[in-house]
C-alpha cells in the first residue's frame, strides 16, 4: 500500500512538473497564430454599436423606442419625400441624418411633450442602393443593389482615407469618426458589397486590375460631409478569401476599377472560375474555318483555342485576322500568320475578350480557285442549259 502511495505522490508531482510547460507550449502556439490571424474584435466594442456612417433616406425602416411610453414607440418608414410620420410630433424631414443624429434630433423634438425623453432609434428596413460601377469592368453604369430586411447589427471599420487630406487608412488603425466605413465582414453576406458590385456590372475584362479598386463615399453633414475613400486590393478575395476587402457599400457609392496595360490571364482564369464573372462568353470566327460562326468559349480562352472550338482551319488558308472593339471607340486590328502552337497572350495568338471577331482569310491558291469559279460559274450553267435544250431537240 505504501508503494502504491508513493508511486502515486511521485506521479502526481511528475504532472505538476509537466504542466507549465504544456501551458508555455499553448502560450507559443497562441503567438504564432496571432501573429497570423486576425484579431477577434473586443467584446466591448462589439457591445458598442455605431451608426454614425449609414446615411438615412426614403425605404428605411426604423424602430424607434421612446422610454416607458410605448404609445410614442413603433416601427416607421422614411417616405419618398424624405420625411418621417411620428404620433404628436408629425412629418420630420429627416434625409441625409444618420442614426444618431436622428436620435438626438427626436429627443429635442419630444422635450415639447415628454420630460427628460430618452430616444432609442434602431434600423430595421434597409433601402435598396443605387451605386456607379466603373473603370475597367465588362458593363460600366448605375446599378441598384438590394438591401436586406430585419438587421439586427452593424459592424463598423476604420478602413477608409479621407479625399481631401489623401493619407490612407487602410489597415492603419486610424480612429477618426471621419474616416470610416462599414466594413461587410460581419454581416457581408446580409448587404450588398464590392463583389455584388462588379458581378452585376457583369464581370471584369482581361485588362481588369482587381489589386487596384477604389470606393469613394459622401459622409455625413455631421461627420464634416464631402467625400472619403478607400483603396482596397480585391484580388486577394478570390485568391485567398480575404473577406475584409470586400466591404459593405452604401446608397451613393461609387466603384471604380484600375486598368492594367497589360493582359492579366492568370487573373481572368481565377475571376472565371469563381462567380464573379461569367463562365463563358462569345467571340465569333469567320473564313477558311470548318465551323464558322458564333463559338462560346471560356474566360481567358485565347485566339488559337476559339479557332480549334470552331472545327480548326481548312486546307488551305491564309493569315488571321483579328479585331476587337475598344469602349474607348477605337478598333484593335490585327493580321498575322497562323501558328498552333504559339503561347497564349502572345502577339499572334491573343487572349479573348467578349465580342472579338476571328476571320482566317484565304490563301493564294484557295483565292484564285475562288476567283475562278465566280468567273466559270455563270458559263457552267449556260452550258449546262444549252446542253439540256439540245437533248430535248433530238
Known sequence: ?????????????????????????????????????????????????????????????????????????????????????????????????????????????????????????????????????????????????????????????????????????????????????????SSGNLFPTVFDAIRTAQGVTPYSKLSEVQVTRRQAYGLGGGRIRTNLDFLSLITEGNESQNIRLFDGDVISVAKSPVVLRNQLLMAGKSNLSPQFMEVFVTGRVNNPGGVTIPQGSSLNQAISLAGGVKLLKGKVEFVRFNREGTIDRRIFAYQPGAAADAANNPVLAAGDLIRVQDSILSGSISVFNELTGPFVGLYSVYSLFNEAGQ
Do not use: H
Request: glycine residues 8%.
Open 1 to 185: 500500500m505504501l508503494n502504491i502511495r508513493y508511486l502515486t505522490v511521485i506521479a502526481s508531482g511528475a504532472l505538476l512538473v509537466l504542466q507549465p510547460v504544456a501551458v508555455n507550449t499553448q502560450q507559443i502556439i497562441e503567438i504564432e497564430e496571432s501573429t497570423t490571424r486576425q484579431k477577434p474584435l473586443p467584446l466591448e466594442q462589439r457591445a458598442q454599436i455605431s451608426y454614425d456612417t449609414y446615411i438615412l433616406g426614403p425605404g428605411d425602416g426604423l424602430q424607434i423606442e421612446l422610454l416607458d411610453l410605448p404609445e410614442l414607440s413603433g416601427t416607421f418608414s422614411i417616405g419618398p419625400d424624405g420625411t418621417l410620420y411620428l404620433p404628436r410630433l408629425r412629418a420630420l424631414y429627416v434625409e441625409g441624418l444618420t442614426i444618431e443624429e436622428l436620435r438626438y434630433f427626436l429627443t429635442q423634438q419630444f422635450k415639447t411633450y415628454v420630460r427628460n425623453p430618452q430616444v432609442y432609434v434602431r434600423p430595421v428596413t434597409y433601402r435598396p442602393i443605387r451605386v456607379f460601377v466603373g473603370g475597367e469592368v465588362r458593363r460600366p453604369g448605375y446599378y441598384t443593389l438590394s438591401g436586406v430586411q430585419n438587421i439586427v447589427e452593424d459592424v463598423t471599420s476604420n478602413n477608409l482615407t479621407d479625399v481631401d487630406t489623401g493619407i490612407n487608412a487602410l489597415g492603419q488603425g486610424v480612429t477618426s469618426k471621419r474616416s470610416t466605413l462599414t466594413s461587410g465582414s
